[in-house]
Every structure is written in C-alpha cells, then in structure tokens.
C-alpha cells in the first residue's frame, strides 16, 4: 500500500514494513492504463517491479486487478462472475469505453460463458480496461479435453497468466528469502499479497492435495501435483525462469484453451497462474495478461501417469 510518494520517492507498507524506492523519469506508471504520478495517491495498493540493480522502482501498477470464470449474469454495463470455488464472486462493471475492447475477445457476454479482464479497482468495486485473453470466449462447459490415451509430457509448453484477489493488497517483487511464503496454503485460504506462488490447473483432489474435486479436465494434459510442489517456469518472451511454489488449485484456467501470442503463439491452453509478485518478477507486463511459457513440474516418476 502506499503511505507517500514524490516525484523521486515511492513510500510502501508492505507485509515485511515500509519500503522506500526511489523513482526516475524513466519509471513507468500504469493506472487503467498509461497513468502519471498523481496516480500514486496514499491508501491506494500496487505492485512494484524493480530496476535490475534493485535500486529504484522500474514500473509500478495501481489498483490491478484481474477477474476470470464464468459470467452467472449481465447488466447493460456489468457482468458477475464466478472465480471459482478458492476465489468467489465478483461484480465487474464494464464502461463504455473498454466495452468494445472487451468484446472483440468475448464477443457473448451471456451467463455460462467464460470472460477474463484486467481491471482497475474502484470504490464501487472492478472496472474491466481490456481483455486477459487472446482467444474469443466460449461457454465454460464447452471444452476440448485431451484423449485419456493423451501421454504426459514431462515439459509443459502453453500459457502463463496472472491471478490475484480483486480485495487483495499489493506487493513488491520479494527476495529469495521470501520466495517460499506461499507454501502449505490449504483449500480456501489466500495466497499472501505480495507473495512468490503459483496456482496449477491440476492439483490432486485426493488426500490432503488440497485440488478441486470439482475441477474439470482441461484441455491440456497434466501430471497431477499438491499444494507445496514446485513447477520450474519460464518466460519465452523475456528469457526469465524461476523456481515457485503451487500455492493454489487453479482449477479455473483448465477451463480456457486459448493462446498467448506475446511473442509468437504459444500452443493451446494455460498451464500455469502465478501470483503478481511472480509473474512481474519473470518479466510479464500485467496488463498482457500472459506470457508464452514452458513449465517443468517437480512430480515424482510414478506421478507423470496420472494426469488430469
């Protein structure tokens, strides 16, 4: 959260105190868009990706937010949307000049269908900018799943994309010391803001794998893994890798059989959800929404047979 700002300081309460980061010229500011340092107002949370020296704040994100699932009802300028059984509903107002942005990739703004938008947070909840996706939405039920014959392949290579609560607090990219704070989440807690985690669309529902038992099979196959894995991502676009931990089930995006196209087009379906923390540290833009990505899952042999 920010406690102060100046055209040369950004001030920060984050979940370890206060951060103080220094800012140039060069600091790029987004807030729905290209925003400016008046939109670094006290109270008002962000995301923080710093320089490569770590000595100054390289882009700062105001208020994103990002809300996917599957539309239950529409407005003339609003849809509510299911998140999924970790992430609840959300009540996303649509404006009018992002409502044609939003629909040239989901074209059917009709319950039972899939939507996904990047959004700015407001006093009267999330107001969608643009679309997360690449591809036009489809009804959630309308999925493409693999053969059960489908082998698992022990890389993954599809889309990575970004998830975060809508009512959540920001944070700014955290150190190796911190990069483990996710691990041990249970069904129905958050990740904490600011923190260095993954969601996987494919975590065991058996035992104490902490996955959605409802979940559906996707549209890519997966090798199952447990909260408190590790899968090895890395950023086709920007060259970056890391090492993070499954903190969440995301279930959700084995409902989207879409394409990144940041640099090339990457191949069909999402295959990992980091958190914003992990996804600006692998050099995503938020805004985007995704990156092309190839995941390296840490299963053990015996596990690559069962897949979702």
Known sequence: MILDA???????????????LPMTDATRIWHGGRGGLAALRPGREVIVRPKADGLGADRVWVDIARVTGTILACGDDS???????????????????????????????????????????????????????????YRADDLAAPEAST??????????????????RGGTWPDAGQRGSGVGQVPGSRPVPGSFGAAYPAV???????????????????PYLSLGSEVTV?????????????????????????????????????????TPAAFVGLGGELEAGCFNAVVRPHVPAMAMGRAR
């Open 6 to 20: 100046s055209p040369h300081l950004l001030v920060l309460r984050t979940a370890d105190g206060e951060a103080r």
């Open 234 to 274: 890395h950023n086709e676009c920007g060259g970056r890798s890391a090492t993070v931990p499954v903190v969440e089930c995301g279930c959700v995006a084995a409902r989207y059989c879409d394409r990144c196209v940041e640099c090339g087009t990457s191949p069909r379906g999402r295959i990992v959800e980091l």
């Open 204 to 222: 065991d529902p058996e035992g104490d794998g902490g996955g959605c038992a409802d979940a559906p099979s996707g549209c890519v196959a997966l």
């Open 79 to 137: 849809v509510d949307v299911d998140m999924g059984p970790h992430r609840g509903r959300a009540h996303v107002v649509i404006p009018p000049h992002a409502l044609g942005r939003v629909l040239v990739r989901h074209p059917r703004l009709q319950p039972g269908y899939l939507i996904d938008v990047v959004c700015v947070r407001s006093a009267g909840g999330p107001q969608a900018v643009r679309p997360g996706t690449s591809q036009p939405g």
């Open 151 to 168: 082998p698992v392949p022990e890389v993954l290579h599809g889309t990575a994309t970004w998830f975060g609560d809508v009512t959540t």
